[in-house]
Structure formats: C-alpha cells, structure tokens
T-cell receptor, first 113, second 118 residues
Framework: GEDVEQSLFLSVREGDSSVINCTYT??????LYWYKQEPGAGLQLLTY?????DMKQDQRLTVLLNKKDKHLSLRIADTQTGDSAIYFC?????????????FGRGTSLIVHP | NAGVTQTPKFRILKIGQSMTLQCTQD?????MYWYRQDPGMGLKLIYY???????DKGEVPNGYNVSRSTTEDFPLRLELAAPSQTSVYFC?????????????????FGNGTRLTVT
C-alpha cells in the first residue's frame, strides 16, 4: 500500500477555508512537507513541519500534525482562485543514511466563485 | 539564480528511439532526483543520487539509466522508448541540512519535460 495517502479532489467556494488531509504510515518520519503544483509547472515547497511540532502557521496557511494518528493537514484560510492547484504531502525519514522523500498522489483543489 | 533547469520542455519519440533528458542545478545541492508524474498517480521516483559518482534506483527504474559525473548535472537516459514511458518527467535537487538528530531536505523542482512516445 501507499506510504502517504491523500484524497484526490477538493472543491471549495472562494473566500471559504480549505482543508487538505494526509495520512502517513512511517512512525520514524522526521519532516513533513506540503508542495503546490500549478498547471504546467513543477512542484514548489509551500511549508514544512518537524515531527516534534503539532502546529505551524504561515500567513494564510496552517499545518496541523497529529503524530499519534500519523495525520497531517493543510488549512488555507480565505481561499482564492489563485490557490487552485494540486497539493502534495510528502514525508522524509532516514533510510540507509539517505533522506529520500515519499510523496502522496496529490489533492486537486478547485476554487469556484 | 536559475535553480533546477530541465531541457527539453517537450519531446515526441517514436517507439524504439532513445533520448537523454537533461537536468542541471546551480545551487550546489548534493542530492538529485528523477521523478515521473502520471495523471492521478502522483510522483514515482525513478533514480536518485546523493552525490557525484553515486546513483541508486528508485521505485520505477526499468527502462532508464542515469549518470552523475558532476555535482551540477544529472541526465536521464531512455533507451528503446516504449508507450508506457509517456509521462511528465521532473528533476529535483536538495541539500539535506542537519537539524539535531534528523535532516530537513526540501526539494527544488525543475519545470518538467513532457514526453510522448508513439
């Protein structure tokens, strides 16, 4: 099975909050990341959280981490049409001395007026 | 600062042809990666490198080869292209930074190469 799971689609109205959820299986995950992919472009890092934190806020973005349930969420306040994109959750952990990330399948966020 | 640069942006290949996807980064990152992205399937790791002269297989390496002769460049070679290799290919780099007992390793991505094999 997948190491990182996300729902594939989320549709919200402009101005509402969006919450994108992610679950992971590896309890040794150290850093967890959210990336954004706009159409025709590569992924860009949005934010990250270290596993000993439970919340991180950065302007309109709030990341919540429940380490016990291995659940990560990204909340976007006052969602705008420019937030329409695919959002990827990723985690890293040590493996043979390397730190290779594992990505979820991505959640397509559609923002409509 | 150019970051991660991939060429070409688009390519159409016939079955059985070969080609090299180029990737270069100017951030002096030691880690480099090749991913493929298929619709609804997320990113699959093809190969990665933790430094010049060192490469390792990822999740889906069959049909591909890589080399890492310099820190900056990490080309991906397709031999005998097949329709199953139609995809969008992303190169990325990172510089794992120690933070206590673990490492923070955010990836920097190129803009991708869209490859069609017919």
């Amino acid at each position: 099975g997948e190491d990182v799971e996300q729902s594939l689609f989320l549709s919200v109205r402009e101005g509402d909050s969006s919450v994108i959820n992610c679950t992971y299986t590896d309890s040794s995950s150290t850093y967890l990341y959210w990336y954004k992919q706009e159409p025709g472009a590569g992924l860009q890092l949005l934010t990250y959280i270290f596993s000993n934190m439970d919340m991180k806020q950065d302007q309109r973005l709030t990341v919540l981490l429940n380490k016990k349930d291995k659940h990560l969420s990204l909340r976007i306040a006052d969602t705008q049409t420019g937030d329409s994109a695919i959002y990827f959750c990723a985690e890293t952990h040590a493996s043979g001395g390397s730190y290779i990330p594992t990505f979820g399948r991505g959640t397509s966020l559609i923002v409509h007026p | 600062n150019a970051g991660v640069t991939q060429t070409p942006k688009f390519r159409i290949l016939k079955i059985g042809q070969s080609m090299t996807l180029q990737c270069t980064q100017d951030m002096n990152h030691n880690y480099m990666y090749w991913y493929r992205q298929d619709p609804g399937m997320g990113l699959k790791l093809i190969y990665y490198s933790v430094g010049a002269g060192i490469t390792d297989k990822g999740e889906v390496p069959n049909g591909y080869n890589v080399s890492r002769s310099t820190t900056e460049d990490f080309p991906l070679r397709l031999e005998l292209a097949a329709p199953s290799q139609t995809s969008v290919y992303f190169c990325a780099s990172s510089y794992p930074t120690a933070r206590g007992p673990s490492y923070n390793s955010p990836l920097h991505f190129g803009n991708g190469t869209r490859l069609t094999v017919t």
